[in-house]
């Protein structure tokens, strides 16, 4: 006889019920944290959950709320709607909410400015307690005045261990709800686990998939375990569930991390964020950060270096993925492991600040590129020096205009190439 099956999700269906069930985020959720003494003492204050996909904070909010003995609303901001928003205000004051009125708000950063600002005066005398999650950073997509009067907590990604552990957990509460026998090859739930990127979600999706898998190749549901092997599960699991979003927080710290270890001269940490952006099929990112990292942080120090990186870039726009990969990689580690000086990209910033803030002035006269003296003029002439027309091509004479003259923008890097430049300029200009 076969056994019935719910068709709700197994992540649904194997929400843990506790806080003690769930895994990960323990720098929240130890007996010892403040969170977990606020949350177990009753205490529920105004609370935004920020972190990635499928880490609990769905879980421990759904926990928190059920236990909270209120009047529960939940949302979503991708659906809800202003007219929705009103439903939860209404029940303010009602038979029901003797205790309280808690809303819970998932994905908020999709509310608009106007949708969340109508929330505030409810929160603000405590009428409803708000307990919101977002994947985004809140302190971009959730309008300030409703931010400061929330507590906000950060969710991490889980490590493979936690997810694993969730794992062992859902197939017993798959043995028990649906009456099967798993019998789980050493290294399978690993291997989903190291795959799911540290999103719980996905991992049990991947299970539920491999469980079904593993029904459809047996006959009879009755007719023995169902066997989770490390080949089939390699299969549901043959890439990676990496975190990516290129309009997301995780876009902006692989591309972060990507320049700063360029900048930072390891070759290898370099590699591991290219090899992510590839991965990802972010091509135009990847480009685009190795070659301001050449121009900026390796500069002057070997300025050969940008025709190089940028022949590189062309290659591989040109071939396209996969194979772009092999002159990107050969152009990271150069721009990894060559001297570096970013005294160029210090001395336009400076210089492009003073113009921003109003400091310029009239170009002196000998630079213009007129001719003719009005009747004003103290000094009649242009009176150019031109350079080639004196010893070693240099001539003192003033090129910047009179309020910023003798100003510095340009401070050589302590390289081999920079000090040779000083060096030589030295010695012109003091007449050697």
């Known amino acids: ?58 879980t ?25 928003i009103r ?18 708000l998932d994905e908020i950063q999709y509310l608009n400015k106007k949708q969340q600002q109508s929330l505030l005066e409810y929160i603000e005398d405590g009428s409803i307690t708000l307990i919101a999650s977002t994947t985004e950073n809140p302190y971009f997509y959730i309008y300030n005045a409703l931010l400061s009067r929330c507590t906000v907590f950060e969710f991490k990604p889980l490590e ?31 291997k989903l686990a190291t795959a799911s990127g540290g999103d ?32 089939a599960v390699a299969q549901v699991a043959q890439r990676s569930s990496m975190r990516y979003d290129r309009a997301g927080d995780e876009h902006y710290d692989i591309l972060s991390a990507y320049q700063k270890s360029m900048r930072g001269s390891d070759p290898d940490a370099a590699l591991h964020y290219l ?19 050449a121009a900026e942080d390796v500069g002057l120090a070997w300025p ?56 310029s002035g009239p170009i002196p006269r000998q630079l213009q590129n007129k001719h003719f003296d009005g009747e004003d003029a103290e000094v009649k002439g242009q009176h150019y020096k031109y350079a080639h027309n004196f010893k070693h091509n240099w001539v003192q004479q003033q090129y910047l205009p009179d309020v910023l003259r003798d100003t510095v923008y340009y401070k050589p890097g302590d390289n081999k190439n920079e000090q040779a430049f000083k060096d030589y300029w030295d010695k012109i200009k003091k007449g050697q």
């Open 275 to 293: 090899a992510r952006l590839l991965v990802a099929g972010d091509l135009p990112s990847a480009c685009r950060r190795l070659i301001v990292t």
């Open 60 to 84: 421990v909010a759904r926990i928190i709320a059920q236990n909270s003995g209120m009047l529960l609303h939940k949302l979503n901001g991708t659906s809800a709607s202003t007219g929705d």
């Open 160 to 190: 493979p261990d936690d997810v694993e552990q969730g794992l062992e957990n859902a197939v017993r509460k798959i043995e028990a709800l649906d009456g099967a026998q798993l019998e789980v090859e050493d290294g399978a739930l690993r």
């Open 200 to 231: 719980m979600r996905k991992a049990l999706n991947g299970l539920e998939f491999a469980v079904a898998a593993a029904r459809m190749a047996t006959a009879d549901d009755d007719a023995g375990p169902l066997r989770l092997q490390v080949d």
């Open 304 to 359: 050969q270096i940008l025709p190089i990186v940028q022949a590189a870039v062309d290659m591989a726009l040109q071939v396209g993925l996969p194979e772009a990969a092999i002159p990107l990689g050969d152009a990271v580690v150069l721009v990894a492991t060559a001297p570096k000086s970013n005294s160029g990209a210090n001395a336009i910033f400076a210089a492009m600040a003073d113009v921003q803030n109003g400091k």
């Open 1 to 58: 006889m076969k056994n019935e099956r719910s068709t709700a999700p197994l992540a649904d269906r194997l929400r843990p019920a506790t806080l003690d069930e769930v895994v990960g985020q323990q720098h929240l959720l130890g007996p010892d944290k403040v969170f977990r003494r606020t949350i177990d003492g009753g205490r529920i204050p105004n609370m935004v959950f920020y972190g990635p996909s499928g880490c609990g904070k769905t």
């Open 87 to 104: 439903d939860v205000m209404r029940d303010v004051g009602s038979f029901g909410s003797q205790n309280g009125v808690l809303l819970y």
